[in-house]
């Protein structure tokens, strides 16, 4: 529960400390005196977002700080606390919030700074607003489905949880089929592409290394004749027929030193030399020899060579700037075939995966269409009950929940044999209907309801809902809008029923209900050095009577009658909910 605001310079606020109690408290002033201000300065402390519009005017800084004690009732917010390590030992806790002209503004938990998303998550805890404007929900038929899963309790939003986390994966799913189906044309196409490339260069036997050495074998055909010549000359000149050649020359010097060598070690040595140079002379020249007879020139290589280069230049420009080059374009081509193949395959398995999902959706959307068309049973009635509480005694209430058949083979689940549209929360559309007047039937909440009556209408709803609802503060801004009379006691007594269970802090214009307050407070603006501030008190039993008083009268002081029919307003509501109210 909220125990203290702590307001500054927040719209007319100057500065301003508010104690709550723990059950029924009332806040009423005159319109305009400020007192939405403190709705708005809790809403800071639970993450709603602010602009510098909210600081008062002259200062540069707004402050806003609520002190919190968690109950029982609260294990969610420990658990969070413990998860944003903000101590979750520490059942009360402070939430501070400055928002300033430069745009610095911050958020603290327990004085550590925190961000305003963890801000807001914490805040889904502690407050749950119920404003005026929430009665405009209760005209949406997509709320109706909202407040009967809350109804339905635990076990049903889990289930739904589950619904909407298959749901997300099916949608997924169904993405990835149809861009798969999308791309198939194009994949046809590059699959040809592929195969036709992977072919190509396969029929062409190319091996690595076979470029570098048709350009050596061609440079060789190209010069055949000039080869054959000039080695013809160079063998004939080493060791030809004729007598001239080297090794003649080379033999007779042998044969010369050779006699003479005996006499002289250094010949000796020489005539070794010349022995070597002899036989290197003659095998030079059986080399050359065998060169020549073994060399052959055929034209139509060269052909075939001019050719089969021309080919690997044509793959070259394609592929590669080398054979190796081409030879891996060619392997990661057929990764990428073997890649496409396999997306036919994928295609297939995906198919049936999905319809597999189609068929578990489609079970925990039977499974949740049961449980809401259970639980809409004793909402009825509950409903029914609290509304007659509220001075509706005739009202029929009712809880129509309808499915609407899918005419697409494939785009719907089978609900108790039945093909249903679906969305994010199921097959079921769930719509509110009301019958205020007896003999009238049934029919749509926005074409029944007025003013006041969709007031009483959300008050119940609230009051059924909070029976089931951990969130320990509730803050009601003028719901009772369009109510007066017997009805406003009915509505004060409601509230002061809810208390018991949960914190409840509302404005409110109706002196019936004020009566009903554990504590009560009256916002007014005083204007003072030409400068209008707006402040909040808490009331003695004797302030209470004169505010409720001038509820009572309307304009101008409280008279005598006013302030007796204000007691007696006070004593009355002593007397309905049998304990002392302040």
């Known amino acids: 529960m909220l125990q203290e605001l702590h307001i500054k310079n927040l719209a007319l606020i100057d500065e301003s400390y508010v104690e ?5 408290n009332v806040l009423t002033g005159e319109t305009g005196a400020g007192k939405t201000v403190l709705v708005q300065a809790i809403n800071l402390l639970v993450g709603e977002r602010a602009d510098y519009s909210f600081i008062r005017t002259g200062c540069e800084e707004a402050c806003v700080e609520g002190s919190f004690l968690l109950q029982n009732t609260t294990n969610e917010a420990l658990e969070y606390l413990d998860t944003a390590d903000l101590d979750e030992d520490a059942r009360q806790f402070v939430i501070s919030r400055k928002i300033s002209r430069d745009g610095k503004n911050k958020c603290y938990i327990n004085g550590k700074i925190v961000t305003l998303n963890c801000l807001k998550e914490m805040g889904n805890f502690l407050v749950d607003f119920h404003g005026q404007h929430e009665h405009q929900s209760l005209l949406k038929t997509s709320s109706h489905l909202e407040f009967l899963d809350r109804y ?26 149809k861009k798969l189906k ?3 044309q194009e994949r046809s196409g590059k699959e040809d592409l592929l195969r036709f490339q992977i072919e190509e260069i396969k029929n062409s036997n190319l091996r690595s290394g076979e470029e570098e050495d048709l350009i050596k074998e ?15 000359l160079a063998r004939d000149a080493l060791s030809g027929d004729s007598q001239y050649s080297a090794y003649d020359f080379i033999a007779k010097a042998e044969g010369s030193v050779a006699r003479v060598s005996e006499f002289d070690v250094q010949l000796d040595e020489i005539y070794k030399r010349i022995e070597s140079v002899s036989l290197e002379v003659d095998d030079l020249g059986q080399l050359l020899r065998a060169y020549v007879e073994k060399f052959q020139y055929n034209p139509n290589r060269l052909d075939n060579i001019e050719t089969r280069l021309a080919t690997i230049n044509a793959l070259k420009r394609k592929y590669g700037e080398t054979i190796d080059e081409i030879l891996r374009f060619s392997n990661q081509a057929q990764v990428e075939l073997d890649s496409l193949m396999t997306a036919e395959s994928l295609l297939g398995n995906s198919e049936l995966k999905l319809a597999e999902k189609y068929n578990e959706l489609s079970a925990f959307a039977e499974e949740l269409s ?6 809409a049973l004793d909402f009825e009635k509950e409903v029914i009950k609290q509304l007659c509480d509220l001075n509706m005694p005739k009202v029929k209430f009712g809880v129509q929940i309808l499915s609407k058949e899918s005419t697409e083979l494939d785009d719907g689940l089978t609900v108790l044999g039945k093909k249903c549209k679906f969305n994010s929360d199921g097959v079921d559309t769930v719509e ?18 007025s003013g006041g009556e969709m007031s009483r209408i959300m008050l119940a709803l609230k009051i059924v809902l909070a029976n089931i609802d951990s969130i320990p503060t509730l803050i009601f801004d003028e719901i009772d809008s369009g109510v007066g009379g017997k009805t406003a006691g009915f509505v004060g007594q409601k509230m002061n029923f809810l208390s018991e269970t949960h914190q409840l802090i509302c404005i409110t ?3 019936q209900i004020a009566a009903f307050a554990n504590r009560h407070f009256r916002v007014f603006k005083k204007e003072a050095e030409n400068k209008t501030q707006t402040f909040v008190e808490t009331l003695s039993f004797n302030d209470r009577i004169a505010e409720i008083a001038r509820m009572l009268g309307g304009k101008g002081d409280p008279t005598e ?3 007796k029919h204000a007691l007696e307003l006070i004593n009355l509501a002593k007397k309905i909910i049998g304990r002392h109210v302040v």
């Open 20 to 24: 709550f109690d723990k059950g029924l």
């Open 152 to 177: 339905a309790g635990r076990e049903d939003l889990d289930l739904r949880g589950k619904y909407s986390k298959t749901y997300e994966e099916l949608k997924k799913m169904s993405s990835n089929i």
């Open 182 to 184: 999308n791309e198939t």
């Open 218 to 232: 061609r440079d060789v055909s190209r010069n055949a004749e000039k080869i054959c010549e000039a080695v013809n």
């Open 370 to 375: 049961k449980k809401r068309k259970k639980a």
């Open 432 to 449: 509110f209907l009301i019958s205020p007047n007896p003999g009238e039937p049934l029919k749509p909440l926005v074409k029944i309801a």
């Open 509 to 511: 214009h109706l002196p």
């Open 561 to 563: 009658l006013s302030k």
